[in-house]
């Protein structure tokens, strides 16, 4: 069964990563934070909640999720390459091992109400499922540009039966939709859960979001050392705020030999401004209750991100990755769009495995890596997510005859 | 007399303009002015101070705006920058409380600086003798309240309500003002939510009343001519600071 275990990696008391994390929202918020923190930290190495937990995940989510050999691109690249197929996951995509783990929490925790912010729709979607699982109120919050481009997550989550709010504020996507989020939360501060959707916001969900995604990595381990009987060389993900990542990464972090690489959005290319590459291109900032990298002008006024894919379109990004970063334990690298979507064809055609657009950037990665140095190694990449989502936009981008 | 302090979103909707609005409100009997720093994502606001912070932003505002507006206004009233923590952090701490000090302004008011995250910054912020306005919320306990107002400078916030600037909820308060009494005597100032209409019932057991979406949602009224704006914003001023003293 899997339960998180103390990491090198964690934060200090005060939800440090070095001098990433912390907890910078409003007072109203703090004692909210506290009762979470202390809610926690009763259940992290708890062997009832993660069984409670390890039920869903067996039986509803359908984990654990495959590790599987992909031989069409393997043969193609000159490498073993394994896809950890998070896209075969209920819902689509890794959002729900974290929803389902929030959820039971907030259900201990005496809490009615969940809200959500989504980009794509894929966090929202996962929310909402768990909120009907577990009988809880949901709403969601959604940029009113993703309201408009995503119609078919938001008409899922109705039908799930949660509201859903179109932000039309700023920029008018997730980083929008997470201001409104956080300010009906400071408003219902008393009786309403937030599940945030990734290893970001403040102190302790960056911790607690990457217990509930580390079971990616935990199952990756004990699945490649079953077939290959050794550790992998690679292991490769994509970021928008960075859970599928660290799910994926953190188990391996302390091992000897494995590099792990974490690939942002480059957009357009990060020589232009329309990327999302916070780490490659931004500075340590504050927002949304943290201090990470973000996209930022020379007042500190946060700049808009941009990405084909609408998981990946945040100008921020979780402060463990930052910190990561920063020590040199992780590698961090951008995919452009172009890039992205001439992956997402490939591995379609040649694996007959549609991918997110997001985990489209982390294919790309490995598909453009020199091959003296991937020859003959053993790489493991996250499928995040399935592109069942992305196929309205991906059939207006491409043209088949 | 119960004080009352004025937020104003800074360079809304241009300098000049933010610089006679403080002025006309210390005639009419603010105490104190909060320059707020227009900041992208502003999410312990309501739609008002969101929508003046969005549009200062739009208008071109810059850092410079807000420097330029406190030396003009700062021997004339006791003036503080109110914004949140991205902007401060940017620019640098020292930076910013250095300049704050150069230009005559008082202290900063962060909103989304709670305690724990203030500590590295308040020996700066003492050298330069910049106060760093504390956040007492209705949400906290007994225990935190000691603990975040130990050693309080200049006035406490205290948040009215659970929620964003400028909405029409309301708290019983009685138990958290008498919390806060009991360990500081820094005076206490009570805001979100303060209008004409909320000011008497608000400022009861309180110092003074801190008042911002009023004053900004007459700064955005499209109607008025920058005259009249401030004509109504005088009065609502001069009306707001007889009803807190009556």
């Given at each position: 069964m899997y339960i998180p275990r103390i990491s090198k990696f964690d934060p200090d008391q005060n939800g440090h990563f070095g001098k990433f994390g912390g907890k910078f929202v409003p007072e109203t918020l703090m004692p909210v934070l506290e009762e979470l923190e202390k809610e926690y930290a009763k259940v992290r190495f708890d062997q009832d909640f993660w069984s409670d937990v390890e039920k869903y995940f067996k039986d509803y989510v359908g984990r654990p999720s495959a590790l599987y050999h992909a031989k069409n691109i393997s043969e193609e690249l000159g490498a073993k390459i394994y896809l950890k197929r998070e896209d075969l996951n209920h819902t689509g995509a890794h959002k729900v091992n974290n929803t389902i783990s929030q959820g039971l929490l907030a259900k201990r925790m005496g809490k009615k109400r969940v809200i959500a912010e989504t980009g794509a729709g894929q966090h929202g979607v996962a929310t909402a499922t768990v909120a009907a699982l577990l009988g809880l109120e949901c709403e969601v919050f959604m940029g009113e540009k993703d309201v408009q481009r995503q119609e078919l997550n938001v008409f899922r989550m109705k039908l799930l039966g949660a509201k859903v709010h179109s932000v039309k504020s700023g920029s008018k996507t997730l980083k929008d939709a997470m201001n409104e989020a956080i300010r009906y939360w400071v408003t219902h501060a008393r009786d309403t859960f937030y599940i945030i959707g990734t290893v970001a916001g403040p102190h302790p969900?960056?911790?607690?979001?990457?217990?509930?995604?580390?079971?990616?990595?935990?199952?990756?381990?004990?699945?490649?050392?079953?077939?290959?009987?050794?550790?992998?060389?690679?292991?490769?993900?994509?970021?928008?705020?960075?859970?599928?990542?660290?799910?994926?990464?953190?188990?391996?972090?302390?091992?000897?030999?494995?590099?792990?690489?974490?690939?942002?959005a480059g957009g357009l290319g990060t020589d232009t401004k329309k990327h999302g590459a916070s780490l490659e291109k931004g500075s340590p900032g504050v927002l949304h209750g943290q201090m990470s990298y973000l996209l930022q002008d020379e007042d500190g006024q946060i700049l808009e991100a941009h990405s084909i894919s609408a998981g990946l379109d945040y100008p921020g990004i979780g402060p463990e990755h930052a910190f990561l970063k920063d020590e040199g334990v992780v590698k961090y690298a951008s995919i452009t769009d172009k890039e992205a979507l001439d992956a997402f064809v490939w591995l379609s055609q040649k694996e007959g495995i549609i991918p997110a657009f997001e985990s489209s950037h982390a294919l790309a990665y490995?598909?453009?890596?020199?091959k003296e140095e991937i020859k003959n190694k053993l790489i493991v990449i996250t499928v995040s997510g399935r592109g069942d989502k992305d196929m309205i936009q991906a059939k207006s981008l491409l043209k088949f005859d | 007399m119960k004080q009352l302090v004025a937020y104003i979103t800074s360079g809304f909707p241009d300098k000049n303009f933010s610089i006679d609005v403080a002025l006309?409100?210390?005639?009419?009997?603010?105490?104190?002015?909060?320059?707020?720093?227009?900041?992208s994502d502003p999410v312990a606001d309501g739609p008002i101070i969101e929508a003046a912070n969005l549009k200062a932003l739009q208008n071109g505002f810059s850092l410079n705006t807000v420097f330029d507006i406190s030396q003009a206004i700062s021997k004339n009233i006791d003036t503080l920058w109110m914004g949140y923590f991205n902007p401060f952090y940017h620019k640098g701490f020292d930076f910013m409380a250095k300049k704050a000090q150069d230009l005559g302004v008082s202290g900063f008011i962060i909103p989304d600086l709670p305690h724990e995250e203030t500590l590295p910054y308040l020996s700066t912020a003492k050298e330069h003798n910049v106060a760093l306005?504390?956040?007492?919320?209705?949400?906290?306990?007994?225990?935190?309240?000691?603990?975040?107002?130990?050693?309080?400078?200049?006035?406490?916030?205290?948040?009215?309500?659970?929620?964003i600037t400028g909405s029409g909820t309301s708290e019983d308060l009685t138990q958290t003002i008498?919390?806060?009494?009991?360990?500081?005597?820094?005076?206490?100032?009570?805001?979100?939510?303060?209008?004409?209409?909320?000011?008497?019932?608000?400022?009861?057991?309180?110092?003074?009343?801190?008042?911002?979406?009023?004053?900004?949602?007459?700064?955005?009224?499209?109607?008025?001519?920058?005259?009249e704006k401030i004509t109504k914003i005088s009065s609502l001023a001069k009306e707001i600071k007889e009803k807190i003293n009556s």
């Open positions: 969900y960056p911790m607690m979001v990457r217990d509930f995604q580390a079971v990616i990595g935990y199952e990756i381990k004990g699945q490649i050392l079953s077939k290959e009987a050794r550790m992998p060389d690679f292991i490769v993900a994509c970021i928008g705020g960075g859970s599928n990542a660290i799910g994926t990464f953190s188990h391996f972090l302390e091992e000897e030999g494995v590099t792990c690489i974490g690939i942002e490995v598909r453009k890596m020199p | 006309s409100l210390k005639e009419s009997g603010a105490d104190m002015l909060e320059l707020g720093i227009p900041f306005v504390s956040f007492v919320a209705p949400t906290d306990s007994k225990e935190r309240i000691e603990k975040i107002i130990k050693n309080a400078q200049k006035f406490i916030y205290l948040v009215a309500y659970a929620g008498g919390y806060i009494k009991e360990v500081s005597k820094t005076p206490l100032f009570v805001g979100f939510g303060v209008n004409a209409k909320t000011a008497q019932e608000k400022a009861k057991g309180v110092d003074g009343v801190i008042v911002g979406s009023a004053f900004v949602e007459i700064l955005l009224d499209g109607t008025l001519k920058n005259g």
